[in-house]
């Protein structure tokens, strides 16, 4: 990857769909997804879509499923096929891997993805994933990601996903509470900790813990910087510039909507190129030897 010729790094990029046809999730779920979030460009982008899409952007993503095989009882992509996939296009795309907090295999899987596959960072999704991400039994997973020195990414507050449905299919947004991170982080100081997107409801919660913790980060996706409630803007411009990405959640939120509505916020010029590139470039390692 050459650095000095990207733009952007959007570090919050969904791949739906693999190259034998199936998809992240089951139909009611992608069906109640694209109505709540009124997506009319390609809903469910393979690897290769995602990559093309990107490269004609000057802009490099972060990739990834969420392996939610027990919680949702359908089968996930593979991780490892996405990460040797995205390395047949490593000039624009930085694969993530995915475990299922509920497999005894997990932690073995985190190493081998890392070791045979490239893995430079993990996703997980706690309300859809269905795990308390702060129960001890689950440390073990942190443990192996901070030994690997790459960063795990959670999704927190509101998901678009079982809105709409009836007992929003049974996806508790609970699990999702960022403030359930905050002892991760605390006890696992050298572990890079990144709460995806605004977190509502809990948006104060989340720039509480980015600003007392220095290995915690918030990527901004899956919300139009449009719709940033103040204080988040005023912490993106100011105490947390160093601590905040830019994220779309392609396919749900396009990177060209995202940035043309982040481009009429009031965040100064010089925090810009932060948010776009440099924290991610530091994050993610890409600078250098880690
Ligand atoms: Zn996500």
């Known amino acids: 990857m050459n650095i000095a010729e990207l733009d952007a790094i959007d570090f919050h990029v969904h791949v739906e769909q693999d190259a034998h046809g199936h998809f992240a999730l089951d139909r009611e779920l992608l069906d109640a997804s694209a109505r709540y979030f009124k997506a009319d460009q390609d809903r469910t982008p393979t690897v290769e879509a995602i990559a093309a899409h990107y490269r004609e ?3 490099a993503a972060v990739v ?11 089968p996930a992509l593979s991780s490892e096929e996405i990460a040797d996939a995205a390395a047949a296009h490593a000039d624009v795309l930085i694969p993530f891997g995915s475990v299922d907090p509920h497999d005894a295999g997990a932690v073995r899987r985190i190493r081998s993805l890392v070791r045979d596959h490239g893995v430079r960072g993990f996703k997980f999704h706690p309300s859809l994933q269905a795990f308390e991400p702060d129960d001890r039994a689950h440390y073990p997973l942190y443990e192996a990601i901070a030994e690997a020195g790459v960063p795990a990414l959670f999704h927190t507050g509101q998901t678009g996903i079982g809105a709409g449905l009836p007992g929003g299919r049974g996806i508790k947004l609970r699990y999702s509470d960022p403030m359930l ?4 982080a605390a006890d696992f100081p050298e572990l890079t900790v990144v709460l995806a997107h605004p977190s509502v409801p809990w948006q104060d919660a989340a720039i509480s813990m980015a600003t007392h913790k220095a290995n915690v980060h918030i990527d901004l996706s899956g919300w139009s910087p449009k719709y940033f409630p103040p204080q988040l803007v005023r912490a993106v411009g100011g105490l947390l ?3 905040v990405l830019f994220g779309s959640d392609y396919p749900v ?7 043309a509505d982040f481009d009429a ?6 925090v810009r ?7 991610a470039v530091r994050l993610l390692g890409l600078g250098g030897p880690r």
């Open 57 to 59: 952007r000057r802009t």
């Open 64 to 74: 990834f499923t969420v392996d939610a095989t027990t919680a949702l009882g359908h």
């Open 181 to 184: 991170l905050d002892d991760v």
């Open 241 to 243: 510039r160093h601590k």
């Open 253 to 259: 939120l396009t990177p060209d909507r995202w940035r």
């Open 265 to 270: 916020l009031d965040v100064k010029p010089e």
């Open 273 to 279: 190129p932060l948010v776009l590139k440099e924290n």
